[in-house]
């Protein structure tokens, strides 16, 4: 059984580094995407601080349809050029939010997000979805979080056949 020991760290950096261990750990020796997308899920929104959403959209080639997450039931399908996550798959670029409020087309799946990162997943040069985590307080992502979420979704990109 996998145990996901509270990870001790005194700076992000180091509290993402830790993570990364345990989802290489956790995801290790197995290829189906949505059992590692499901695993990576509840990694994350256990061991990360205040946050309210953890989860996975997929490209099905013309939209982002919802996979696996954690938090409250959320939108199931976003065109490429609405909200957070539709910007982060067109342009392939991490969008950091500090306030959801002020992003155009924002997608309110839960009153309680006030910031958001969404990370773009490209596998062999391809699109295959993005990973969106929510917080409920303002400013709650920065560079260090960007980093550190970005590392985690390589190794989850490392994990598919
Ligand atoms: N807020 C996102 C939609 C997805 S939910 O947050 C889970 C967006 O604007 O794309």
Redesign the pocket.
Known sequence: MFEAAPIQADSKAALYAGLAAQARALLEGEHDRIANAANLSALAYQALPDLN?A?F?FYDGAE?V?GP?Q??P??VR?PLN???????ASQRRTQV?PD?HA?P??????AA?RS?V?VPLVHRGELIG?W?V?SPLPGRFDEDDRQGMEALCAVFLASLA
């Open positions: 959403w989860g959209y982002l919802l997450f938090g409250k959320a939108c976003i609405r909200g957070v996550c539709g910007a982060a939010v959801v992003f087309g924002h997608i309110a799946c839960d997000s958001e969404v993005v969106d929510d």
